[in-house]
Each structure stands twice: as structure tokens, then as C-alpha cells.
């Protein structure tokens, strides 16, 4: 019987019988993102795939598929930007729409913890999903993707705005380095779930994985006007020079990738780069790892509470003490009441 549409089944074994010989050195493995370089072309860029870290966010937080794979892009998205800050500090992906998964919020903070959650109008997603309607732009609806980096205390923070009506978040993110960054872009996005035997039967897991490449030349003649639009145009479309095909070559290469390749255990980002550039060569770097980790902690609700009157910590207790839960990791900090001066 065919597996179900929602699934993806996927070989465990490695195949290194049909896989070419990439020399003797570790691979990143899940959780890693990849940053590479193809000197010939004048790219590079980076890529990932997330497996047991993104299972433990959506899973921890039990998400309807629709809002799990929405998610899972947003947590791709947000690492492949994250990684890329020289400095200490955080990336922060958000969405506020008016569609039934009205947010989502992806948060990265240097060097490598990333967390995540969403917030969504159960009965809404339900009528959509008997309907069969639960499509990006049907979830997402009308609004706004914020792309933010903060470099912490005393610093500005630079904040990204994109339109979102009627788009994918990967179709966003390209807008966004169309109109902010002014670099010829592209990327891919790929969501799963994966079917691993298993003692008792197969478990489901979630699986992520994304590819990112920037045109950066370094050459005076390949720094052309066409190639730095601007606002305007795709600048998958606006390379015109003929004798220089570099930009579109890429595009060509990256259209290759097939979804389960972002995705696929047996690949991984080395071989795919490989699969990818073998043709020109590419300069592969050491993966940086990202992991499940959230910044709250008890002392820092413990001063956002200490910042409540008196009359606020009242409203906010219940059944005798103030329970906060963290959006993110879900974690539970009990307090009482009388360690902030208030009484019942």
C-alpha cells in the first residue's frame, strides 16, 4: 500500500555502493548548516537539514501538521539568515497576518540556539483542513514577514518588511533580499515527515532542510548593475550580458533539486553540494551546529514580574500562585504571590 500523502519513506542505509567518494572527512550530519562556496560562479552560500532538533520544537508543542510545516520553514529560514551574523546577537523571523496562522516566530541567537512557536486559530484550521485548503498562502493569509537583527543593548536594530498576500514564506524571503539586501538570491525550502523502523514499528519524525546562494563577485566586470536591482524586477531574470552566465547557470543547477534531497538522511548537505557543483568544484566549510535551546529562565520572568504593581500581580495569580509558561519551550515557572508584596 502506498504510503500515506502527508509521509515520506526513506531508505536508512547509506548506498555508498551508488554514491560518489567525497574523500576521507566528516560529514556535518542533521542539525548542521553548511556553509559553501563555488568559486567559478562567483556563489556562495549555505545549506541545512534539521531533523532531531526540529522534531523536539514541533513536537514538544503537538502542532497540527499544516502549522508544523509552516513552522518548519519558517526554523529552515531562520538558520540559514542566523548563522551567516558575524557578531553576537540574535535573527528573528516573524509573521502577523490576519489568515487562520496568524504568527509565527522563529528566533536565532548567536552562536547556535534556536527556538520557535505559533499561534493559530484551531477552529479556523479545522474548517480549512476538512476542506482540503491548507495551502501557505490560505494559512498565512494577508500581512506582513519581519526579517529583524539585533546586535543587543546600545545598538539599532536593522528590521526587514515584507508584504505577504498571496506568497509562500520562500517566496517572501526572495523578495526580501530583491528589495533589502540587493544581492541576486535564491533559495529552497523542503518539509517532511519521515517514517524510521524502529523497534514496535515505524516512528514519525520531522525533517527540514534548505538551500540558500548569493551571486557575490569579487571582479569588477562581474559587478553589473542588472545584477543589483534593487526594488525592482527579479534578479533571477535581469542578468542580460551574454558572455557571463554564471547567475543563471546557478538558477539552472538549483531548479534540479528535487524536494527529498533537502531532506534526505542519505544525502546530506556535503553530498547534495556535490551532486549540485562537481562540474565547477566546491569549497565546502565546517558545519555550524544549531540546536533546541530557549533563552528563558526563572530570573528573567522573575523581573518581568518584579516590574508589576501590585494590583497586576493580584490579576495575575491564580489558584494561589502566578504560573507563567514560556511560548517557546513550553516550560512552566510557578512563583508566589508573596515574594513580590502582594497579598491574597
Known amino acids: ?7 515520506v519513506m526513506l531508505e536508512t542505509r547509506q548506498l555508498a555502493e551508488h554514491q560518489p567518494r567525497l574523500g576521507e572527512f566528516g560529514y556535518a550530519g542533521d542539525d ?9 560562479l562567483d556563489v556562495r552560500g549555505r545549506t541545512v ?3 532531531p532538533m526540529l522534531d523536539a520544537i514541533l513536537s514538544r508543542h503537538d502542532y497540527p501538521e499544516p502549522v508544523a510545516r509552516l513552522l518548519a520553514e519558517a526554523c529552515v529560514l531562520t538558520v540559514l539568515l542566523g548563522t551567516s551574523l558575524k557578531f553576537e546577537g540574535k535573527f528573528i523571523l516573524q509573521t502577523r497576518t490576519d489568515g487562520p496562522v496568524d504568527m509565527l516566530v522563529a528566533d536565532f541567537s548567536t552562536p547556535s540556539a534556536l527556538r520557535a512557536y505559533a499561534r493559530f486559530d484551531a477552529d479556523r484550521l479545522e474548517v480549512l483542513t476538512a476542506a482540503g485548503e491548507t495551502s501557505q498562502q490560505t494559512l498565512l493569509g494577508s500581512g506582513v514577514l519581519a526579517l529583524t537583527i539585533d546586535q543587543g543593548a546600545h545598538t539599532q536594530r536593522y528590521q526587514g518588511i ?3 498576500d498571496g506568497e509562500t514564506l520562500e517566496e517572501a524571503a526572495r523578495t526580501y533580499f530583491r528589495q533589502s539586501e540587493q544581492i541576486p538570491t535564491d533559495l529552497r525550502l523542503s518539509v517532511a515527515k519521515l517514517l524510521t523502523p524502529g523497534i ?6 520531522w525533517r527540514a532542510g534548505g538551500i540558500l546562494a548569493q551571486f557575490l563577485p569579487q571582479s569588477p566586470e562581474r559587478m553589473r548593475v542588472p545584477d543589483l536591482p534593487g526594488g525592482d524586477g527579479d534578479p533571477r531574470e535581469e542578468i542580460h550580458d551574454p558572455d557571463d552566465n554564471s547567475w543563471q547557470e546557478l538558477l539552472a543547477l538549483l531548479g534540479t533539486i528535487e524536494p527529498t534531497e533537502l531532506i534526505d538522511p542519505t544525502i546530506g548537505a556535503e553530498r547534495l553540494l556535490y551532486r549540485l557543483f562537481h562540474e565547477h568544484g566546491v569549497r565546502v566549510f565546517g558545519g555550524v ?4 535551546q530557549c533563552s528563558c529562565s526563572r530570573d528573567k520572568i522573575r523581573g518581568i514580574l518584579e516590574g508589576f ?6 490579576d495575575s495569580t491564580e489558584d494561589g500562585g502566578i504560573h507563567v509558561a514560556c511560548e517557546f519551550c513550553s516550560k512552566q515557572y510557578d512563583f508566589d504571590p508573596a515574594e513580590f508584596g502582594a497579598t491574597q
Open 200 to 205: 514496535g514499528g515505524a516512528r514519525e519524525q
Open 309 to 314: 504593581s501590585a494590583d497586576e500581580i493580584r
Open 162 to 164: 515584507v508584504q505577504l
Open 49 to 51: 537539514q534539521l531533523g
Open 32 to 40: 548542521h548548516v553548511v556553509p559553501f562556496e563555488v568559486g567559478p
Open 289 to 292: 551546529p544549531v540546536a533546541d
Open 1 to 7: 500500500m502506498a504510503a500515506p500523502r502527508s509521509f
